[in-house]
Each structure stands twice: as C-alpha cells, then as structure tokens.
C-alpha cells in the first residue's frame, strides 16, 4: 500500500482537484491522508467531505504548524510500504503511482523521481531538464542533483520505500524544507530510478509560493540549509560530491539575492540595504568563493556567460559588498528620504 500524505493550509480553491486526482488514481491500494494544518477556510470541511465519500481517506485536523509539520503529523500515522507527498494545491496523473510503483519493483528500487508539470495560471513554464538516467546509485545521485539540477529536491514527484524515514524527519520551522531533507533521503537509499515523464502537475499561481511572498529572513533558510548540507558530506561523501556542494551553495546565496531583488519593492530602503547587509553576514565566505570557482571550472563558457548576465548572477555578494561600502546603497537610501 502507498500512503499519500497531503498537507492541507487554505486551499479551498484547488483541494477538490487535487484529492479528487488521487482518488482516481489507477493504482487503487492507497489510503489518502489529509493534514488540515489549522486552515480557516472551508478547506478542513471540504476534507471531511471527502473522507465520507471514500473509506481510503483519513483525516487529521491539527494547530497550523507548518507545512514539515503536517507532513512529519502524516509520516507518524502512515501504514503503507511505500510513501507518497501531494501538495494541495497540485494534483497528479492518474497513472502516477501505478508507474511509479511497477519501476520501483523492477529496478529493486528505494526512490523512484518522475518528470514534473511546472504552470502558471494555466500555462506551463517547465524547463524541461529532466532526464532518464535508469538507475543511480546515491552518489551518483547526488551529483547528478547538484551539478545540473537534472531533477528537484521537491518531495512530491518521488515514490519512496517508508523506511527511509525511519529516524528522518522535515525540519520544522524552517522554509526549503525539501532541500533539507532530499540529500538524508538519498543518503539512506542504495538504489533510485526515475520516470521520464510528468506525471505531477506543481501549481505555481495560487499566490502562496516563497517567490510571491515578502521577502524576510527566512529565505536565508536556503543557505543555512546547503551549508548544513556541505558538513554532512564532509567526510561521508568523495570529494566530487562536496566540491560540487559548493557550486550548489554558490547558486543558492545568488537564488536568495535573487529572491530579495525581484521583491525588492516591497520592502523599504532601509528593510533593503539592512536585508543586503545581513546576507552579506550570514554568507560564508570560503564555500562561496570556492563555489564560484567550481562554477566556472564545470561549465561551458555560453553557459557561464548566460548565468553571469542574468541578475542573481550580476548581484552576487562581491557587488553587493561593494554597493554598501562605497555607500551607494545608502544613497539610494537618502534620496528617497
């Protein structure tokens, strides 16, 4: 049996979607967990309307605590062999877990990753980077995650076998979860498969993502988060895989700056510069500069010059180091004063 775990916050608009494409799902041994996390819509009723309809469905009304916490509330109660992730707001192939779940066996898999459906409004964005890369022992894994971004650290687009989580928990509290836990998960694996196809559908316009949002210090989630990746390989892992963590802190310090100018106008100059500032403080210096050198060093020179002319590549903390102390970030502070 597959239990699905689906985190359930003030989605009204998109939860009968998504349940009702688990429901009919064409693999029929499942049973369906739905975590209200504390909605003050009508998203908990919804819930339980759907729990009378069909007897593979719990329901598990909880104090808002997060997105971690309701999956960690569904991990603690989940009775299948294998354990599946649904945000509320997506919805999923009918075919999805059948697929999954006949490659895992065939493969003698722990993990298996399918293709996402990236959309906005109706339209898909995805990029189309995914690969079939048969079957990857961790490292290989790993690499393959870190140097291209050939798949996403997303929990939702996996199949994975319920011992994996065994002493494995979300972190709760914190934003990028997923990225926080991928690299353990794939720690505790021996084996991972994929699906070359996209069976899961991640709905990116229903205003709730971190890119919409406000930017606040929670988003430096993301570097504490690799930088806790980097100790963990250090020492368990081949150089490869820790070099190429370097790169991946390096891109994860510009997708935060990123993040902070793109909301930049919300904030006021003084939430900006004070913002840049404590970016600038809570990089680490060392893994950034060597990541940039790894960068550089395993990448074509199109590539490289592509990445380097987007913005979260032009702001980097070097820039930024030299906008505040020169004062021109101060300046733009006064003059709009």
Do not use: W
């Not at 916050?9 to 996390?37: A, M, P, R, T, W």
């Not at 719990?58 to 569904?74: D, E, P, T, W, Y």
């Not at 903390?317 to 030299?322: P, S």
């Amino acid at each position: 049996m597959i239990s699905i775990i689906v985190p359930v916050y003030n989605v009204e608009n998109y939860l009968g979607k998504c349940i009702d494409s688990i429901i009919n799902q064409s693999f029929y041994d499942i049973e369906i967990i739905l975590i209200d996390d504390g909605s003050t819509d009508n998203s908990g009723k919804i819930c339980d309307q759907y729990k009378l309809k069909d007897n593979r469905i719990k329901v598990i009304h909880k104090i808002n605590g997060g997105l971690s916490s309701a999956r960690n509330c569904g991990l603690d109660i989940a009775k299948g062999e294998y354990i599946g992730f649904v945000d509320s707001d997506d919805y999923i192939d009918k075919y999805m877990y059948e697929k999954m779940i006949n490659n895992l066996k065939e493969n003698n898999s722990d993990i298996v990753i399918c293709d996402m459906n990236y959309y906005l409004n109706g339209t898909d964005i995805s990029n189309n980077k995914f690969r079939d890369f048969g079957v990857l022992n961790r490292e290989d894994t790993l690499l393959k995650y870190l140097n291209h971004s050939y798949f996403k650290s997303h929990a939702q687009n996996k199949l994975y076998k319920k011992y994996l989580f065994n002493n494995l928990r979300f972190p709760e509290g914190k934003l990028f979860e997923d990225v926080a836990t991928f690299y353990k998960v794939i720690g505790n694996s021996n084996r991972i498969s994929f699906v070359n196809e996209k069976l899961y559908y991640y709905n990116q316009g229903n205003g709730n993502s971190i890119t919409k949002k406000k930017f606040n210090l929670k988003n430096l989630d993301l570097i504490d988060n690799v930088e806790d990746m980097l100790h963990f390989f250090c020492g368990k892992y081949s150089n490869d895989v820790v070099q190429a963590a370097e790169g991946f802190y390096y891109l994860s310090v510009n997708t935060v700056i990123d993040m902070l100018y793109s909301n930049g106008l919300s904030l006021t100059n003084r939430e900006y510069v004070n913002m840049m500032n404590t970016i600038e403080n809570k990089v680490n210096k060392t893994y950034y500069k060597r990541g940039l050198k790894y960068f550089v060093k395993n990448n074509d020179v199109s590539y490289v010059k592509s990445k380097l002319n987007k913005l979260s590549f032009k702001i980097n903390y070097y820039i930024l180091k030299h906008l505040i102390k020169t004062g021109l970030m101060q300046f733009r502070l006064v003059k709009s004063n």
